[in-house]
C-alpha cells in the first residue's frame, strides 16, 4: 500500500519547500554533464559568486585554530558556548546572558520565530527580505505577511507599521537586505521601533553589518525597543560559512525563552573555536571588508556603464539586471562562473552577484563580456 507522507505530516508542510542555496561548484559541472575527472579538473579554475561568502579564505587565526580543536572532535562541544559568549559580550559591551548563539544565523532567525509565532500568529517582513523569514513562518504554522518595498529594493518601513495587528508577534527587517543590499538608517529604524507596541518582536538581521560599520550607528547601542533582537554571523565577513555560528543579541529574559527551543550542543567545538579565533583576528577581517568593498565598486561601475546596474550596494553583493537574465546565468555556467538568479525572490531579470577577489571578478566580467547579447 503507498501512504500519503504528506497528509501524515503537520498541516504547514504542504506550503513549505526547501530553502535553495548558491549552486555548489560541483553541482553545476555535473549539470554540464561532466563525469567525476573532469568535475575535479574544472573546479579549481570554476567562480562561485553566488551565496555572498569571504572569497579569501578563512582568517589565519581562526584556521590554526581549526586545526588545534579537530583532534578533540570525539568530545562534545560546550553547550553553552562560553568562551564565545564572553568574547562577544566584551566585544559589544554586554553581558553575556544577553547572547545566543546558533548553528548560523539561519538557526537564530528560525528559533526566534518558533518561539513567538504559531497557527493564527503573523509574522511581517518584506516581500524581497531574506527568503528564510518566509520559510521559518510557514514552518511555525504562522501566517507571513510580505509587504512590497518601497521601490522595488527597500524595506517600506511604513508600509509594514501598516501591516502590524492585534495577530502581528514578529517582525522581521534585514539591513543591509539581502537579497537587495539596500540600507536602512538607524534613526529610520528607531522612528519605527518608537510606534511598535513593546511586545512585539523584532529582529534586525545583520549578516552584513561589517560592510557598513563606517556608514550606520551600532546597532546595540543605539535602537531600542522592549523586544529588540539583533542577529548576525560568522559567515560573511568572518569567512566561517562552512562551519555555521551566527549570535542573537537581545533582552536576557527574552533570549531565556527562546533558548528552551534551543537543542543541546547546537554549534559544534570547531566551530565555537573558529569563531572566537576570527574575533581576535579584526585586522584581517576588516582588510578583506575593505578590499571586499573596493571590489564592489569596480563590478558597480562595469554595470552602470552596461546600464545593467539595479542598484548601489551596502553588503558584498551588486545586483545584475537584464531582460535576458535567464538566458545570461546558463551562459556564464557554461563559462565557468555561478551566480545567483534571483527570480525565487520575484526579480526574473535580476541576478544576484556575489563580489570575488580581483582575480575572481576579472573572469566573471571577461565571461561576462563574452555572453551578453
Not at 545584475?320 to 534571483?342: A, D
Request: glycine share 6%; charged share 20%; with cysteine.
Amino acid at each position: 500500500m503507498s501512504i500519503d507522507w504528506l497528509k501524515q505530516a503537520v498541516s504547514q508542510s504542504e506550503k513549505l519547500y526547501p530553502y535553495i542555496p548558491g549552486k555548489p561548484i560541483s553541482q553545476m559541472l555535473r549539470e554540464l554533464g561532466l563525469d567525476d575527472s573532469e568535475v575535479e579538473k574544472r573546479a579549481a579554475s570554476t567562480v562561485k559568486l553566488a551565496s555572498n561568502e569571504n572569497p579569501y579564505g578563512v582568517s589565519p587565526k581562526a584556521l590554526k585554530a581549526i586545526q588545534q580543536t579537530a583532534i578533540e572532535a570525539h568530545r562534545y562541544p560546550d553547550g553553552d558556548c562560553f568562551e564565545l559568549k564572553q568574547a562577544l559580550a566584551k566585544k559589544h559591551g554586554i553581558h553575556a546572558e544577553q547572547l545566543l548563539i546558533g548553528n548560523g544565523s539561519n538557526e537564530v532567525l528560525e528559533l526566534i520565530i518558533r518561539t513567538f509565532a504559531g497557527v493564527g500568529d503573523e509574522v511581517v517582513y518584506s516581500q524581497r527580505g531574506f527568503i528564510v523569514y518566509a520559510l521559518a513562518t510557514t514552518a511555525a504554522g504562522a501566517t507571513g505577511v510580505a509587504v512590497p518595498e518601497s521601490d522595488g529594493f527597500t524595506h517600506d518601513l511604513n508600509a509594514m507599521l501598516g501591516a502590524v495587528n492585534e495577530s502581528t508577534k514578529v517582525v522581521c527587517i534585514a539591513n543591509p537586505n539581502n537579497p537587495t543590499g539596500a540600507l536602512l538608517q538607524t534613526s529610520a529604524l528607531q522612528i519605527f521601533l518608537d510606534k511598535l507596541p513593546s511586545h512585539i518582536v523584532v529582529i534586525i538581521d545583520e549578516a552584513y553589518v561589517e560592510y557598513v560599520q563606517s556608514e550606520i550607528e551600532d546597532s546595540i547601542f543605539a535602537l531600542k525597543h522592549a523586544g529588540l533582537i539583533i542577529s548576525r554571523t560568522f559567515s560573511k565577513a568572518f569567512g566561517l560559512a562552512g562551519l555555521r555560528v551566527g549570535y542573537a543579541v537581545a533582552n536576557q529574559d527574552l533570549l531565556a525563552v527562546v533558548n528552551r527551543f534551543r537543542e543541546p550542543f547546537n554549534v559544534n567545538s570547531i566551530a565555537q573555536a573558529a569563531a572566537l579565533a576570527a574575533l581576535h583576528d579584526e585586522d584581517w577581517v576588516m582588510d578583506k571588508v575593505a578590499q571586499c568593498k573596493a571590489e564592489r565598486v569596480r563590478l558597480e561601475a562595469a554595470f552602470s556603464d552596461l546600464n545593467c546596474l539595479a542598484i548601489s550596494s551596502f553588503a558584498n553583493f551588486v545586483l545584475f539586471q537584464h531582460e535576458n537574465s535567464t538566458e545570461i546565468v546558463k551562459k556564464l555556467e557554461q563559462e565557468g562562473v555561478i551566480v545567483r538568479p534571483l527570480a525565487p525572490y520575484g526579480m526574473p531579470d535580476v541576478l544576484r552577484v556575489s563580489v570575488g577577489t580581483r582575480t575572481e571578478n576579472d573572469a566573471f566580467l571577461a565571461a561576462l563580456s563574452k555572453v551578453l547579447p
